[in-house]
């Protein structure tokens, strides 16, 4: 789902419906109840952050033998949105979902040492500064989905799942450092 309506992100723009959405796509289909258990917030709550989802597409109903529940799924498993489409409205979306993933690497920075070993070992967390042309971070973006997609796939229920997987969050962001006077192209600095 390619997001381009200014409402639509600020629809989104919201961390529990962030976390909506998260959960529905790990758990599939489920209720405002079940959404309010795992998230520790009320069904009411829940419940009117999914009508506001469903409001613009993110999620709708699922099908239910019990007509007196009303469970929802995932619309799309994929949002992705552009902030050249309105500025503010994206900008607003990209803090919240910069300080949702801060929050947890910050959740997991803390967990690390109680976790397994395997899981401890297997984590990571890396940085790279290099200097790169606005082509060739666009490219770097598209290599680095390429490379998950396979994932991707099990997420999507397009692939198995193996028995001992969990659910990891792999972020990716390449965003420009401010220019400052010793950036490549600038002209040496004297001082």
Sequence with gaps: MKISDPRAMRALAHPLRLDLIDLLSRIGPATAAVCARHLGTTQASCSFHLRQLAKYGYVVEAESE???ERPWRVADMEQSWS???DGVAAAELERV?????????LDWAQARPHAPKEWREAAFLSGVTAPLTAQELDELGDRLLEVL??????????APVPDDARFVRILLTGAPLPDSPDSPGSPPSLG
């Excluded at 979902?97 to 690497?105: G, K, N, S």
């Excluded at 997609?149 to 397009?158: D, K, S």
């Design 97 to 105: 979902f910069v300080e949702r993933e801060a929050t947890r690497l």
């Design 149 to 158: 997609a396979p994932y991707i796939e099990r997420t999507m229920g397009r």
């Design 66 to 68: 019990d007509q007196r």
């Design 83 to 85: 902030s050249s489409t």
